[in-house]
Antibody, heavy 120, light 111 residues
Framework: QVQLQQWGAGLLKPSETLSLTCEVSGGSFIGYYWTWVRQPPGKGLEWIGEILRSGGTNYNPSLKSRVTMSVDTSSNKFSLRLTSVTAADTAVYYC??????????????WGQGTLVTVSS | QSVLTQPPSVSGAPGQRVTISCTGSSSNIGAGYDGHWYQQLPGAAPRLLIYGNNNRPSGVSDRFSGSQSGASTSLAITGLQAEDEAVYYCQSYDSALSGSVFGGGTKLSVL
């Protein structure tokens, strides 16, 4: 059974850098889009971006200037960094496994979520 | 404002059938990109219900089904149960964004 386990700092001050890691177990690391999605409190889901095993990335244009994703294929982990955070970045952050159905990606496996709060 | 538009809420009595719509545009569902549906219970991660418009992952009840027409995709839930109370999200690909997009979510209340 595929499992995604994520962790990272839950409380940040404005201007600091958010850093989260997600470890994948129980399945292949090849051929999938390793994705980050966030959800502000009481609001909907927002796609942040994705990274392939090869290291290729695709980011949401609204966050692209502040986002960096990386992958460690030796340990089946991938990570998210978001710089210069503000209160607007307060959200539950999820990692997820993206797979393509013909042409469109969907997310069957998700991490448990990490609440990141940005507050001075 | 979300790229995909969903009604904020729907409701139904136990045993009834409800549908949740998700309207996109010519850069996503209207362009032929598939719609997918997720269920999110309070405090939990989203759970995939439907992918590729009308395919269910193993373990998902056949009370859930999907359909697509034009720039819209829909989720139907038959035989409503109290456990179906949740927020439901649609998702697709948007060529203008070059990435995935979600609807704003629909809260289903079972009366």
């Amino acid at each position: 059974q595929v499992q995604l386990q994520q962790w990272g700092a839950g409380l940040l001050k404005p201007s600091e850098t958010l850093s989260l890691t997600c470890e994948v177990s129980g399945g292949s690391f090849i051929g999938y889009y390793w994705t980050w999605v966030r959800q502000p409190p009481g609001k909907g889901l927002e796609w942040i971006g994705e990274i392939l095993r090869s290291g290729g990335t695709n980011y949401n244009p609204s966050l692209k200037s502040r986002v960096t994703m990386s992958v460690d294929t030796s340990s089946n982990k991938f990570s998210l960094r978001l710089t210069s955070v503000t209160a607007a970045d307060t959200a539950v952050y999820y990692c997820a496994r993206g797979q393509v159905d013909i042409v469109t990606e969907y997310f069957q496996y998700w991490g448990q979520g990490t609440l990141v709060t940005v507050s001075s | 404002q979300s790229v995909l538009t969903q009604p904020p809420s729907v409701s139904g009595a136990p045993g009834q059938r409800v549908t949740i719509s998700c309207t996109g545009s010519s850069s996503n569902i209207g362009a032929g990109y598939d719609g997918h549906w997720y269920q999110q219970l309070p405090g939990a991660a989203p759970r995939l219900l439907i992918y590729g418009n009308n395919n269910r992952p193993s373990g998902v009840s056949d009370r859930f089904s999907g359909s697509q027409s034009g720039a819209s995709t829909s989720l139907a839930i038959t035989g409503l149960q109290a456990e179906d109370e949740a927020v439901y999200y649609c998702q697709s690909y948007d060529s203008a964004l070059s990435g995935s997009v979600f609807g704003g979510g629909t809260k289903l209340s079972v009366l």
